[in-house]
């Protein structure tokens, strides 16, 4: 069991940044695979980025490569996103999601809503043009 709590949401023009926070609780943070979504208004939840539970491996987005890198610190219970040279397309409720680490690898392990236990409630991000 694992509860979630995203933060650093907020308003920025494009071309800014925003690191966005996902503070976990329970005895066995570092047992889960992390993960973050996002939903813009009218279309579905898409997978943004992903962390292994040792944070060797991490997975993203076409559309994030290159801008977004995840990360996280598994003393402090937390995964962060930092988001560089943000777009307006970026605009959207942004999810943090934890996958139970049974055995699976590769990218398809992490890319689906389906894949995740917990999710956390979402912040908003809005990049202005």
């Known amino acids: 069991q694992v509860q979630l709590v995203e933060s650093g949401g907020g308003l920025v023009q494009a071309g800014g940044s925003l690191r966005l926070s996902c503070a976990a609780s329970g005895r066995t943070f570092s047992n889960y695979d992390m993960g973050w979504f996002r939903q813009a208004p009218g279309k579905e939840r898409e997978f943004v980025a992903a962390v292994s539970w040792s944070g060797e491996n991490t997975y993203y987005t076409d559309s994030v490569k290159g801008r977004f890198t995840i990360f996280r610190d598994n003393a402090k219970n937390t995964v962060y996103l930092q988001m560089n040279s943000l777009k307006p397309e970026d605009t959207a409720v942004y999810y943090c999601?934890?996958?139970?680490?049974?055995?699976?690898?590769?990218?398809?392990?992490?890319?689906?809503?389906?894949?995740?236990?917990?999710w956390g409630q979402g912040t908003q991000v809005t990049v202005s043009s």
């Open positions: 999601a934890a996958k139970d680490d049974y055995y699976c690898s590769g990218y398809g392990c992490y890319d689906g809503e389906n894949e995740y236990d917990y």
